[in-house]
Each structure stands twice: as C-alpha cells, then as structure tokens.
C-alpha cells in the first residue's frame, strides 16, 4: 500500500516557476514508475511527464522545455519543476505510482493540488 501526497501547487503569473513535489509513504516507490497527470474543468486527465524506476524520463509535448521530473529515492519523493508557466498549464496535478508483479497492476494517485498560472 502506498499513500502520496503532493505539495507546492498555487497562484503563479504567467512565465513564474513552481516545484511540485509528491511525497509516498506507507511503502518505498524507488521500483515503481511514477508520473504526473493534470486536468482542467471540462478536459480529459493528461499525461504531463513519467519518469521510471531506472530514471528514464518522458514529457509530453506541451510541456518539453518547461518541465523536468525528477525523483529522490533516499527521500520517497518525486518532483515536478516547473518552468515558464502558461495560463494553459492551469490544472489539478495528480502524483502517480505504478508497477506489475507478475500477475497484479498497482495503480496509486494522490489527492491532486492546483496549479493556477494567472495575471
């Protein structure tokens, strides 16, 4: 069982930085892959960045550049820096933990903090 939370949303002006950070108790994820999805009202959940249990990372596309995911095993914490916010990336985020045994998916989510980039 895993618990995440996350951290360090907020109010940001346009082309202002924020670090989001998900925190994991109850169970070490230094062998899941994490990642972080975001929603706005009225759209579809979205991947925004992975990052995997060997470090390999992947963004999507609105966000390459702006964004770097990183992990801290020692600490069971994953990171979302946030770089040259557009009023697009405003959104709840979600931390995500996942990996397979071989024969059952672990799917973990945090509660979701919001991101608001406005002037």
């Known amino acids: 069982q895993v618990q995440l939370d996350e951290s360090g949303g907020g109010l940001v002006q346009p082309g202002g930085s ?6 994991a108790s ?3 994820v230094s062998w899941y892959n994490m990642g972080w999805y975001r929603q706005a009202p009225g759209n579809q959940r979205e991947m925004v960045a992975r990052i995997t249990s060997r470090g390999s990372t992947n963004y999507a596309d609105s966000v390459k550049g702006r964004f770097t995911i990183s992990r801290d095993n020692a600490k069971n914490t994953m990171y979302l ?12 985020y979600y931390c995500n933990a996942a990996r397979d045994d071989v024969l059952i998916h672990y799917d973990y989510w945090g509660q979701g903090t ?3 980039v406005s002037s």
């Open 26 to 28: 109850g169970s070490s």
């Open 114 to 116: 919001q991101v608001t």
């Open 81 to 92: 820096q946030m770089n040259n916010l557009k009023p697009e990336d405003t959104a709840v």
């Open 18 to 23: 924020l670090r989001l950070s998900c925190a």
